[in-house]
């Protein structure tokens, strides 16, 4: 899991990224301690989220340890699965750039305001905490197909793209006309792509308590100004939270126009071990192959022996409507509860593996319930030469060398030498190949992405394809920034000496379209009771609010913020 942990470079982030991070949280802290649910305000000092400056990851870590769980940095989106095994880890993954002042609203791509202040405070709650920890271990299980991960590399490069400064119009066009016609032609959706669903329904815009009125705990509402307000609004449909939440699907460039509403937190958990139970993880059976096979990705398929086979999976033979055999390409491993078994690594089947499934042609005893002697009865036992027939075609003919058994005592594994494999007229193994390892199992009772063993193979296969862009700064940018550095540290008490006066004359000189560090001025400015100065800074955000209305509601709370403190104290 660590080839997708970048540095989180805390000194990286200038002074206008530490007054957005101020301002959304000021604003969402005060307006969210009325509509989120309790957990939020809470989990703000549990989990170390200062409203005041940007977390540092490695202090949140110091904090979040006493509640079981740790945050690491990463480059905005990673694959689904991969989010999903951190979190079963118990490990808050966060993207650690965070929105431009330009999208200080709503940002497509995953930044630390959405993760840091939006997913980490309500995980001090603890049932919340277990529904998170329970769904990552679920959902890395997942079994995905191929257009799943095109999918994935389109939502990440276009959230990219529309965060950086100066992308042309037509190359945002192009990336989302390219979303739209694969989320148009998925064909029928992955368990991954319905796992998905659950998460951003629950985990990102999820609602709790009455339908009448429900509070917020989802974290992407948790980190918007614009959607906490607007979701509480009677345009947003609230519908109650169940399975059927697996089977909506939500387009993340928008408002969403319909929320879930779960009652409680332990509903979820109930509604997620409802999804998990139509999962090929609990259901296994020639569903079960097949998605395997659709996937093309390292898969594991469990038998009834509890032997799990880890690979690639290419082919299956079936017989009224049963698995009867499958076959992995390339490097396979077996495993026997999640422990790789002496002797069958990648190094010892480089080449696939494939193996019968099911009960013998004529006798309902399965192999892997018959006793030693039963085992001598039927003459599989080693040294002797033996032909068995399956159901559903397939001979396996050779010199038994050995069994291996499970804890149980179970056979799971027969050895075999000069052996050759048919299915009719088609060989599927002839004794040029070496032994024989045949799987025991009557049936396939899971399937599931990952090797059962992590140890297995090597899963360092993270290819980034694109990273976010950090924006070119102008001499006019830089110096701004520097600015927002003096009026901070004004605030903080790091350096009294700056002149706000010339600061603010500076503004409306050379940057008359700012309006945050103006903002934050009146905010100094009322807190030393120079209303002179207040009403001039008024003023001029008056005149940017004419010139740029679309910014008339984030002055106007900014101001109003300040004022409420002001009558406050």
Request: proline fraction near 5%; aromatic fraction near 8%.
């Amino acid at each position: 899991m660590k080839q997708y942990i970048k540095p989180q470079n805390y000194e990286e982030y200038t002074a206008i990224d530490q007054a957005v991070w101020r301002y959304v949280m000021r604003k969402n802290v005060d307006y969210l301690s009325k509509v989120a649910h309790r957990s939020y305000v809470d989990g703000l000092a549990k989990t170390g989220i200062s409203i005041d400056h940007i977390p540092n990851m490695y202090g949140m870590n110091r904090i979040l340890k006493e509640i079981g769980w740790a945050a690491v940095a990463v480059d905005g989106f990673i694959p689904p699965s991969a989010f999903m095994e951190f979190q079963a880890y118990n490990v808050l993954v966060i993207a650690g750039d965070i929105r431009q002042l330009e999208h200080i609203e709503y940002t497509p791509a995953p930044d630390i305001i959405h993760e840091g202040a939006g997913h980490a405070p309500i995980i001090a709650n603890p049932e919340y905490a277990e529904y998170l920890r329970r769904f990552g271990e679920i959902g890395c299980k997942a079994l995905s197909n191929a257009k799943d991960h095109e999918l994935y590399e389109a939502v990440r490069h276009l959230s990219i793209i529309k965060e950086a400064p100066g992308t042309p119009e037509k190359t945002i066009e192009e990336a989302e006309k390219k979303i739209e016609e694969l989320q148009n032609n998925m064909g029928e959706p992955s368990e991954i792509a319905l796992i998905r669903n659950l998460h951003w329904w629950t985990v990102e815009y999820g609602l709790i308590g009455s339908l009448e009125r429900p509070k917020i705990y989802g974290a992407g509402l948790l980190s918007s100004i614009g959607e906490s307000a607007w979701c509480m609004t009677d345009k947003v449909k609230k519908v109650p939270y169940s399975i059927e939440a697996a089977h909506t699907s939500f387009d993340i460039t928008k408002p969403q126009p319909q929320l879930f509403v779960t009652p409680d937190f332990a509903y979820l958990s109930q509604v997620l071990e409802e999804f998990a139970n139509t999962m090929a993880l609990r259901k296994g059976g020639l569903d079960g192959v097949k998605k395997v096979i659709a996937s093309k990705e390292l898969c594991t398929l469990e038998l009834s022996t509890g032997l799990q086979i880890s690979g690639s999976f290419t082919r299956v033979i079936e017989h009224q409507n049963l698995p009867v055999y499958i076959q992995t390409t390339g490097p396979t491993a077996l495993a026997y509860r999640e422990k790789e078994l002496v002797g069958h690594s990648t190094k010892n089947h480089p080449d696939g593996f494939g193996s019968p499934i099911g009960k013998l042609k004529g006798i309902n005893l399965a192999i892997e319930d018959m006793s030693p002697r039963d085992l001598k009865a039927y003459n599989i036992y080693e040294g002797e030469r033996k032909t068995l027939e399956f159901e559903g075609g397939i001979k396996v003919e050779g010199e038994i060398i050995t069994g291996t058994r499970n804890l149980r005592g179970e056979i799971i594994l027969i050895t075999f030498k000069d052996c050759t494999v048919t299915h009719g007229d088609t060989v599927l193994f002839e004794p040029s190949y070496g032994l024989y390892h045949m799987a025991v199992g009557d049936k396939i009772v899971s399937a599931f992405n990952g090797p059962a063993d992590l140890s297995s193979f090597d899963l360092i296969t993270h290819e980034v394809t694109s990273t976010t862009i950090k924006p070119v700064l102008s001499p006019e940018r830089k110096k701004l920034q520097q600015l927002y550095r003096q009026i901070r540290e004004f605030r903080e008490g790091t350096n009294t000496t700056i002149s706000r006066n010339k600061v603010f004359k500076e503004i409306r000189e050379n940057y008359p379209d700012d309006w945050l560090l103006s903002v934050e001025l009146y905010e100094l400015a009322r807190n030393n009771r120079d209303e002179d100065f207040a009403s001039e800074i008024l003023d001029h955000l008056q005149d940017v609010k004419h010139k740029h209305p679309e910014l008339g509601h984030l002055i106007d709370d900014g101001i109003s913020l300040v004022d409420a403190e002001k009558v406050a104290s």
